[in-house]
């Protein structure tokens, strides 16, 4: 389905990519364009396209090429339908027609099969059209704008290197993490969170971020998971160990450190609730030491 997205309203880039951003908006006038977006997992190459689609008005449709497993596919299928096999068709055709369209391809890297985007070649050439016995002469629409992110970096090592062909059809955008003072302003706006609460967050995804042993990045991303966490009331620790992806050994014994050191990782206490619909309205929690021993037995048939 096309539509036009809302718009955020604390959305941040820097001068670079928003000024590339508005040559790409004035290209689009003359004709249709693509631009292939880089960068390291959650540093914000979606939002970004998305944001262009809002700020411009512009439909956006999103296609995850991983999924991709055979060529053509992003156009449609066969399926059998009524007793008799009939063709398909997807949004991809009707987002390519769609004036203005902004057409988001994800992980452009990473499809199934290698040869899953041959298709693609013409659809972003200088012709803008393809021919498919099935739907006929595609056109690319007046003021299309494709755009490709891919992930790179050494966790990425292992995906589908992009073809050169392919490459050489995009404008290219470098993307980075944002600095810690928009960061900072980013998490107190979005989430509701404290400047302390900011900042401790912040400090932490750096200590993170600088430990060789973890990993793991740390993006903005993750740095926002962390701050809803903290904002509905989990501490700082659960926060971290609830949103980074990593050895949660090597986390927990840096999360030990930086506790010592710093003091402001509340590591809490573990002990088990009873957890039941009925506990759940009536806003209490049992320890599990205060239950009778029917209710211990049953907890324990059921570990």
């Given at each position: 389905m096309l539509f036009i997205p809302e718009e955020d309203p604390y959305y941040y880039a820097s001068s670079n990519v928003l000024g590339t951003i508005d040559k790409i908006e004035k290209l689009s006038k003359r004709h249709p364009v693509n631009v292939l977006i880089a960068g390291k997992q959650g540093c914000g190459k979606s939002s970004l396209v998305k944001q262009y689609a809002a700020v411009h008005r512009r439909p956006l449709a999103t296609f995850q090429v991983g999924i991709l497993s055979e060529p053509?596919?992003?156009?449609?299928?066969?399926?059998?339908e009524g007793g008799e096999t009939k063709y398909k068709q997807f949004l991809f055709p009707q987002a390519l027609q769609t004036p203005n369209c902004v057409i988001h391809l994800?992980?452009?890297?990473?499809?199934?099969?290698?040869?899953?985007?041959?298709m693609l070649f013409s659809i972003l050439s200088d012709d803008r059209q393809v021919w498919m016995d099935e739907l006929g002469?595609?056109?690319?629409?007046?003021?299309?704008?494709?755009?490709?992110?891919l992930n790179e970096g050494d966790e990425f090592i292992g995906t589908e290197l992009l073809d050169a062909a392919l490459r050489d059809r995009f404008y290219l955008m470098l993307?980075?993490?944002?600095?810690?003072?928009?960061?900072r302003e980013i998490l107190i706006n979005k989430t509701g969170i404290t400047g302390k609460q900011a900042d401790d967050i912040i400090d932490i995804?750096?200590?993170?971020?600088?430990?060789?042993?973890?990993?793991?990045?740390?993006?903005?991303?993750?740095?926002?998971?962390?701050?809803e966490m903290v904002s509905v009331g989990a501490t700082l620790a659960e926060a971290i160990s609830n949103?980074?992806?990593?050895?949660?050994?090597?986390?927990?014994s840096l999360l030990i450190s930086l506790h010592m050191e710093k003091g402001y990782l509340e590591m809490g206490e573990t002990e088990y609730l009873l957890y039941t619909r009925d506990v759940l309205l009536k806003g209490e929690s049992r320890p599990l030491a205060e239950n009778p021993p029917e209710e211990k037995m049953a907890c324990s048939q059921h570990a």
């Amino acid at each position: 389905m096309l539509f036009i997205p809302e718009e955020d309203p604390y959305y941040y880039a820097s001068s670079n990519v928003l000024g590339t951003i508005d040559k790409i908006e004035k290209l689009s006038k003359r004709h249709p364009v693509n631009v292939l977006i880089a960068g390291k997992q959650g540093c914000g190459k979606s939002s970004l396209v998305k944001q262009y689609a809002a700020v411009h008005r512009r439909p956006l449709a999103t296609f995850q090429v991983g999924i991709l497993s055979e060529p053509g596919q992003l156009f449609g299928e066969y399926a059998l339908e009524g007793g008799e096999t009939k063709y398909k068709q997807f949004l991809f055709p009707q987002a390519l027609q769609t004036p203005n369209c902004v057409i988001h391809l994800e992980e452009i890297n990473r499809p199934e099969h290698p040869k899953a985007l041959n298709m693609l070649f013409s659809i972003l050439s200088d012709d803008r059209q393809v021919w498919m016995d099935e739907l006929g002469l595609l056109k690319v629409a007046p003021g299309v704008v494709f755009f490709a992110t891919l992930n790179e970096g050494d966790e990425f090592i292992g995906t589908e290197l992009l073809d050169a062909a392919l490459r050489d059809r995009f404008y290219l955008m470098l993307m980075d993490y944002l600095p810690n003072e928009v960061e900072r302003e980013i998490l107190i706006n979005k989430t509701g969170i404290t400047g302390k609460q900011a900042d401790d967050i912040i400090d932490i995804a750096n200590a993170l971020r600088s430990n060789p042993t973890l990993l793991t990045e740390i993006s903005t991303r993750t740095t926002l998971m962390i701050a809803e966490m903290v904002s509905v009331g989990a501490t700082l620790a659960e926060a971290i160990s609830n949103s980074v992806q990593t050895n949660k050994e090597a986390l927990e014994s840096l999360l030990i450190s930086l506790h010592m050191e710093k003091g402001y990782l509340e590591m809490g206490e573990t002990e088990y609730l009873l957890y039941t619909r009925d506990v759940l309205l009536k806003g209490e929690s049992r320890p599990l030491a205060e239950n009778p021993p029917e209710e211990k037995m049953a907890c324990s048939q059921h570990a």
